[in-house]
């Protein structure tokens, strides 16, 4: 069986040109996909939770998982090698069109994966420290970083404000912040919180 794997980040993302580069990296190939396996979810979070740990338990030998990139797999150097090590010891392949590499169950296959693992680590790194650099900087001279002031504090962001009507009016019959959050359903310190901003004014 042939196995396309996509995995995005988030909704914004989308995952058509993950499988347009794993449809045309097939067509040069002359091969078909057997079965899609499609994810929205962060590369952080345990294989075994997402897709992709259903389909490991699934493989067998001579099974092959395309995937764009490595990178795909997870986010971090340990997962990466654990996946190739799950796959390589099922008999499966793994290839990566962006990165080029056809991992099997060869010693050279396994120096790959380690090798690409371990830059991938390395430059996550470098990365989340050159950001923290900037920001730093932008810091030093004065400029706001983060969320725009006030965007979190806004009535109107506030999840309770479509009830704003509805609980003035309970609250003018007399019922108690108890027993308007549990007609509302939300919790007492979320109702707390509203009336103690909003509607103490």
């Not at 764009?68 to 997962?79: D, K, V």
């Not at 509302?184 to 509607?199: A, E, G, I, M």
Request: glycine share 8%.
């Amino acid at each position: 069986m042939r196995y396309g794997y996509i995995r995005v980040s988030c909704d914004k993302q989308t995952v058509e040109n993950q499988r347009f580069e794993i449809n045309q990296f097939c067509q040069k190939e002359g091969m078909n996909v057997d079965g899609w396996i499609e994810e929205t979810v962060s590369g952080t979070k345990p294989y075994t939770k997402r897709q992709l740990g259903k389909l490991l338990r699934h493989v067998h030998k001579g099974d092959l998982i395309i995937c764009s990139e490595l990178s795909r797999l997870g986010r971090n150097l340990y997962m990466i090698m654990e996946i190739l090590s799950l796959c390589m010891n099922r008999g499966c392949s793994v290839w990566t069109i962006k990165d080029g590499y056809r991992l099997g169950d060869d010693i050279q296959s396994k120096v790959l994966a380690f090798a690409f693992g371990l830059s991938a680590e390395i430059e996550r790194t470098l990365i989340s420290q050159r950001t923290r650099e900037a920001l730093a900087r932008l810091k030093a001279e004065g400029k706001h970083v983060g969320r725009p002031k006030g965007s979190r504090t806004r009535q109107e962001a506030h999840r309770l404000y479509r009830h704003d009507a509805y609980i003035r009016r309970l609250k003018a019959q007399g019922c108690s912040q108890r027993e308007i959050s549990r007609i509302l359903k939300c919790s007492r310190n979320t109702l707390k919180h509203y009336v103690d901003t909003y509607l103490t004014q």
